[in-house]
């Protein structure tokens, strides 16, 4: 069984940045390797969307349009953490930000993927 948190989440004015951590434990011997993290947000009145993924192994990462040049995903075997940075924001990045771990974090559907944190807010706003 693993434990997802995110982090780093809060408020910022549109062309701010901010990154996100998903932090991912597990039990002794755990190693993140063999996982990959996809990232979703859900805004105010819509569904959750998956933004962005990164995957186990080849570390290859995937973007949604609407993020893709200006949301970067990066993972830190050591430390079993994903990290989310973001850049340029705009008003309609604000949402709730989940991570996602799976084998499959890519290629899976939301509804199949095994371990979520509960998220953090992040709002883009002047």
């Known amino acids: 069984q693993l434990q997802v948190e995110e982090s780093g989440g809060g408020s910022v004015q549109p062309g701010g940045s901010l990154r996100l951590s998903c932090g991912v434990s597990?039990?002794?011997?755990?190693?993140?390797?063999?996982?990959?993290v996809a990232w979703f947000r859900q805004a105010p009145g819509k569904e959750r969307i998956q933004i962005g993924c990164?995957?186990?192994?080849?570390?290859?990462?995937e973007y949604t349009d609407s993020v893709k040049g200006r949301f970067t995903i990066s993972r830190d075997n050591a430390k079993t953490t994903v990290y989310l940075e973001m850049t340029s924001l705009k008003p309609e990045d604000t949402a709730i930000y989940y991570c996602?771990?799976?084998?499959?974090?890519?290629?899976?559907?939301?509804?199949?993927?095994?371990?979520w944190g509960r998220g953090t807010r992040v709002t883009v706003s002047s």
């Open positions: 597990g039990p002794s011997g755990f190693s993140l390797d063999p996982y990959g």
């Open positions: 990164i995957k186990r192994y080849d570390e290859k990462e």
């Open positions: 996602a771990v799976d084998h499959f974090a890519c290629t899976r559907g939301a509804g199949t993927l095994s371990y």
